[in-house]
């Protein structure tokens, strides 16, 4: 086995030993799966500049593929997470499916002009409409959030659209303090970004987020509530219906049996839980 070939499979070996880890903390009996990225037609206008200059879509699967696969990778709870919108899940909750509202919004860190993508949940269609003219904001779109306790995860968190080149250092301290979930295991990403994200996140001590405070000059809780807490989650990324489910992320909600036999939706569980 030739050099790069080892360092492919200790950073395979690293992020599956990271995803155990994560695993092992939540009993068996209490996990919900989910996956918290995936897209179908509905993603329909695409942030790359050759789509839409060519005016294709990101993907032209159906719902119903979607949620097939979903499906057979055993997930408990659907969210479809569509660019900007949100129509499949709406859709979704007129035919009375227990959907979880989400979608990844592009937002704009204003002061640097470097585009990223936020993951939302548990919003209302008419809180749709207004994160769609905060997203140009992205300090105006938390804030939002925070107000009215919607969740926000920063997708794919090294991945972003910066037109005047690779932007500085600074970008991800102000990441860093801007939320308080990250997507560390993106399906459609190499191991390495996963390993680095993860590897960053796990790395957001109290001593470091101070630290990464002196550097943007801003204090700490300027715009997470809880900045000293640091979540991770995963997602598929999916936009084909062959691998959604099979890359994602497990809740734990205490009492699942309990809550489930009380009548509780599925979608206010994994609400909850994240």
């Given at each position: 086995?030739?050099?790069?070939?080892?360092?492919?499979?200790?950073?395979?070996?690293?992020l599956?030993?990271?995803?155990?880890?994560?695993?092992?903390?939540?009993?068996?009996?209490?996990?919900?799966?989910?996956?918290?990225?995936?897209?179908?037609?509905?993603?329909?206008?695409?942030?790359?500049?050759?789509?839409?200059?060519?005016?294709?879509?990101?993907?032209?699967?159906?719902?119903?593929?979607?949620?097939?696969?979903?499906?057979?990778?055993?997930?408990d709870?659907?969210?479809?997470?569509?660019?900007?919108?949100?129509?499949?899940?709406?859709?979704?909750?007129?035919?009375?499916?227990?959907?979880?509202?989400?979608?990844?919004?592009?937002?704009?860190?204003?002061?640097?002009?470097?585009?990223?993508?936020?993951?939302?949940?548990?919003?209302?269609?008419a809180?749709?409409?207004?994160?769609?003219?905060?997203?140009?904001?992205?300090?105006?779109?938390?804030?939002y959030?925070?107000?009215?306790?919607?969740?926000?995860?920063?997708?794919?968190?090294?991945?972003?659209?910066?037109?005047?080149?690779?932007?500085?250092?600074?970008?991800?301290?102000?990441?860093?303090?801007?939320?308080?979930?990250?997507?560390?295991?993106?399906?459609?990403?190499?191991?390495?970004?996963?390993?680095?994200?993860?590897t960053?996140?796990?790395?957001?001590?109290?001593?470091?987020?101070?630290?990464?405070?002196?550097?943007?000059?801003?204090?700490?809780?300027?715009?997470?509530?809880?900045?000293?807490?640091?979540?991770?989650?995963?997602?598929?990324?999916?936009?084909?219906?062959?691998?959604a489910?099979?890359?994602?992320?497990?809740?734990?909600?205490?009492?699942?049996?309990?809550?489930?036999?009380?009548?509780?939706?599925?979608?206010?569980?994994?609400l909850?839980?994240?």
């Amino acid at each position: 086995m030739n050099n790069a070939s080892l360092f492919r499979q200790r950073l395979g070996e690293e992020l599956e030993n990271t995803i155990l880890r994560s695993q092992s903390l939540i009993p068996e009996g209490e996990r919900l799966r989910i996956d918290l990225h995936c897209h179908d037609r509905n993603s329909d206008k695409p942030d790359e500049r050759l789509g839409r200059m060519l005016g294709v879509p990101e993907t032209w699967v159906t719902t119903d593929e979607l949620l097939a696969t979903l499906r057979s990778n055993g997930t408990d709870i659907v969210t479809v997470t569509n660019h900007n919108n949100a129509r499949t899940c709406w859709e979704l909750l007129e035919k009375g499916q227990d959907v979880l509202p989400g979608a990844e919004f592009s937002c704009t860190l204003p002061d640097f002009e470097v585009g990223i993508h936020v993951l939302t949940y548990g919003f209302t269609p008419a809180q749709e409409e207004r994160l769609a003219v905060l997203r140009k904001d992205v300090y105006r779109f938390v804030d939002y959030c925070n107000e009215h306790d919607l969740v926000t995860v920063l997708a794919h968190p090294l991945q972003f659209h910066s037109p005047k080149g690779i932007p500085s250092m600074e970008v991800m301290d102000r990441l860093g303090l801007l939320f308080e979930r990250f997507e560390v295991v993106n399906g459609q990403r190499d191991a390495w970004q996963n390993v680095l994200t993860a590897t960053w996140v796990e790395g957001m001590s109290e001593e470091e987020i101070h630290a990464m405070a002196r550097r943007a000059r801003q204090p700490v809780d300027l715009f997470a509530r809880r900045p000293y807490i640091k979540r991770m989650t995963g997602g598929s990324d999916d936009h084909m219906a062959m691998y959604a489910g099979s890359t994602g992320t497990i809740l734990h909600v205490p009492d699942l049996a309990a809550h489930r036999k009380a009548g509780a939706s599925l979608s206010s569980l994994a609400l909850n839980a994240l």
